[in-house]
């Protein structure tokens, strides 16, 4: 397996969900700390997915051009019925998300039974974050998706 410098991380929130820091000052921290890449994938359902969107390719484009990081737009579908996953993260990519992440079956959140599956299991999604337990068949599914 060949090296790759620098940090990249694709799990990171602004103040457009839960973070701290607006979506350019995010990045030009990890810029500055040496991250090769960052991914801003704040929460979101539908009726803020086109919006984040819109606002993360903005700053993200522009961070990349005077920063020289690659900085990519995202979301982490949150809490949305499992059968509404597959339509919301193939809009999001349609709409210019470079990474979808959907938050999975934590033990400490009431996230729907079937998340992880319909995450696992779609084509458009490109992490499951906070998982919990996984079943031997979902991480078949993983492994094959």
Not at 9 to 21: K, P, R, W, Y
Not at 89 to 109: D, N, R, S
Request: proline residues 6%; aromatic residues 4%.
């Amino acid at each position: 397996m060949d090296q790759v410098d620098g940090v990249y991380d694709f799990h990171t929130h602004s103040v457009l969900s839960d973070g701290e820091l607006i979506a350019v000052e995010l990045i030009r921290r990890a810029a500055v700390a040496g991250y090769a890449a960052i991914g801003i994938t704040d929460h979101c359902g539908h009726g803020s997915l086109e919006r984040l969107i819109t606002e993360l390719k903005t700053d993200c484009a522009l961070a990349q051009e005077h920063w020289g990081i690659k900085a990519v737009p995202g979301v982490e579908l949150t809490h949305v019925p499992p059968t509404a996953i597959p339509g919301l993260a193939k809009k999001a990519k349609e709409l210019g998300a470079g990474v979808v992440i959907v938050h999975g079956e934590t033990p400490v959140e009431p996230v729907l039974a079937g998340t992880n599956e319909a995450a696992l299991g779609c084509p458009w999604v490109d992490i499951l974050a906070h998982p919990g337990l996984l079943t031997p068949e979902e991480v078949a599914l993983a492994a094959r998706n």
